[in-house]
């Protein structure tokens, strides 16, 4: 299905660095599609490529300045999967947040992973409470002495 119309597409958003994404699917009408929007319609499957602002992308510098991967239909299955398994592990891991910070986004990504998580199950016809990752590694003696965790978690 590839073309040299689809060539030119992915060679646009290589070399111009205002266009910030690439998305690629295949329409059941129209095939393979290279386009710097998101499909109006939804599509079965996608692969998405976006830039940092206005970066230059080089064969050495792919991986720090492109998000890249790909979402299936239903879309609310795949970002779940996605933030569980890649992006709320890796934040929670990293130990150097200052305290209002980190209290603040938590907080916040637990509101929003419970939205979602309570939408995800209700689509299926089952209610399912959100357990925040945090939750698995706090001790009853760390929750004594961090009252913003406890709150959180609450």
């Known amino acids: 299905m590839w073309t040299n119309e689809h060539l030119a597409a992915m060679d646009q958003f290589l070399k111009d660095v205002t266009q910030t994404m690439i998305v690629f699917y295949v329409d059941e009408f129209a095939g393979l599609k290279v386009e710097p929007v998101m499909p109006h319609q939804e599509q079965k499957q ?3 490529f976006i830039r940092q602002e206005n970066a230059e992308i080089t064969e050495e510098n792919f991986h720090e300045v492109v ?3 790909s979402v299936r239909r239903p879309y609310i299955d795949s970002l779940m999967r996605v933030l569980n398994a890649a992006y709320l592990p890796r934040l929670f891991r990293k ?3 200052p305290e209002s910070i980190k209290n603040e986004f938590f907080s916040e990504i637990y509101h929003f992973m419970t939205t979602l998580t309570d939408t995800h199950f209700k689509m299926k016809g089952r209610t399912v409470l959100y357990i925040p990752i945090e939750s698995f590694t706090i001790t009853p003696e760390m929750a ?3 009252k913003a965790a406890v709150q959180r978690l609450e």
């Open 46 to 48: 996608l692969a998405y």
């Open 67 to 69: 998000q890249f991967g």
């Open 144 to 146: 004594l002495k961090d």
């Open 95 to 97: 130990g150097a947040w």
